[in-house]
């Protein structure tokens, strides 16, 4: 027997637009949230985030395990978001084959504000979901959803939430398009460029129905990742309350374990950080300061500046071996040294076996088994030279050096 479902989505001003479907129907309006029906027991309750809220995110994470996965995450998103990682909250997807990771962020002070505003009317949120997982993905083209203030969009690669009036500008001229017709929408179709591949698809109840009806939770991604309320199986667990207790205090030891190994791999990254500076100080002397060594030598490769050669053999080198490190927070980095695949006297644009660079890192770590898994990073890809020697284990402590150098193109 289906179970009865409320979802809400914030407005602003105080008001909120909900959906409440039980079994006599469907209910939906905008109003205060004072006003909004009280869920009877057992009632599911979703909170919908607006678009232009959350930022999506696809990101290559090499660890497997989710709880590396959540630990190298705020690394590895640290550059495609505007705020700080200790500012946001971030929710994740299931691991591709690939090893793709589909991520929402959204601002953790202004989720707070919303959850308390809930709790004082009483009502609490089982799960919490971009809106834009509600529009479907298509193979080619765009979907389009138009709503009061903005309109959602949604491709294979993208989801936007843009003004109607930017529609020329997304919108190639010979586009797929396909618009959810809810009242209003004519205004919004009127500024598809013409040209485009244009469906329709009715929506008479509106929206947030609409919205309501298409959410796959299985597909979506949840901010609270099942610590929701579970009011429809809370009683079932009742007789497993010693059990959960014990389990419990497992998990706040686990917690401060976890902790403490963030707080490490911060702290390894600070200083893998400070060691890309001192190699780009010495691949590029006549800069005076480095405020961001990376993005600083990448633009010097491409205007053809001075350490142009260094840094073009260098980054990719430097950029393949940072995610193979996030993954493996226990692993430390030592002394970094680049040798440049161009030889002395050697005339520049030349190919051949010596153009390529080579990376020589000292790594250090608890055992030999996660020196390993760095060097397994590269040896599963084509198109990488890598090399593990020196191998010294003692005391609890292994240390060796790794050389990688790119091969084959």
Partial sequence: MPIDMLTLRPLGEERWA????????????????????????????????????????????????????????????????????????IAHGTRAADGS?????????????????LKAQDIEADAIFSEMDAIPQPHEGWVLLPLADAVLMRSAEEAMSVEATWL??????????????????????????AGCA??????????????????????????????????????????????????????????????????????????????IERVAREAAPEVKRWVNPLSQLRQMAKSGGGASTAAGEFLPLLAALSPAMNAQPAVRLGNVRYQSGTQPGAKA???????????????????AAALDAVQSVFKSQRGWQVELSGLRAEAGQAEARLRLKEIGG
């Fill in 101 to 117: 990771v589909q991520a929402r962020v959204v601002n953790r002070a202004r989720l707070d504000a919303l959850l308390a505003e």
């Fill in 18 to 89: 909900w959906v409440l479907h039980t079994a006599s129907g469907i209910q939906s309006a905008e109003s205060p949230l004072a006003a909004v029906p009280r869920p009877a027991a057992g009632t599911r309750v979703r909170l919908l985030l607006p678009g232009n809220w959350v930022t999506n995110a696809v990101v290559v994470i090499s660890a497997k395990s989710p709880r590396l996965i959540a630990q190298a995450l705020p690394f590895a998103l640290e550059e495609s978001i505007a705020e700080d990682v200790e500012q946001v909250r």
């Fill in 198 to 275: 244009l469906t329709r698809e009715p929506a008479p109840q509106g929206a947030w129905v609409w919205l309501h009806q298409h959410l796959r939770e299985a597909a979506a991604i949840d901010f609270l990742a099942g610590q929701g309320r579970g009011k429809a199986w809370g009683e079932s667990l009742r007789p497993w309350a010693i059990p959960v207790a014990l389990a419990a205090s497992i998990v706040v030891a686990q917690l401060g374990l976890m902790l403490l190994q963030t707080q490490q791999a911060k702290q390894h990254t600070q200083a893998m950080q400070a060691e």
């Fill in 349 to 367: 644009g030349k190919s051949g076996a010596n153009s390529s660079g080579m990376l020589d890192v000292q790594l250090t770590a608890p055992d």
């Fill in 168 to 193: 020329q500008e997304v919108l190639a001229a010979e586009a797929a398009v396909h618009v959810i017709d809810v009242p209003g929408a004519a205004a919004v179709v009127a500024e598809i460029p």
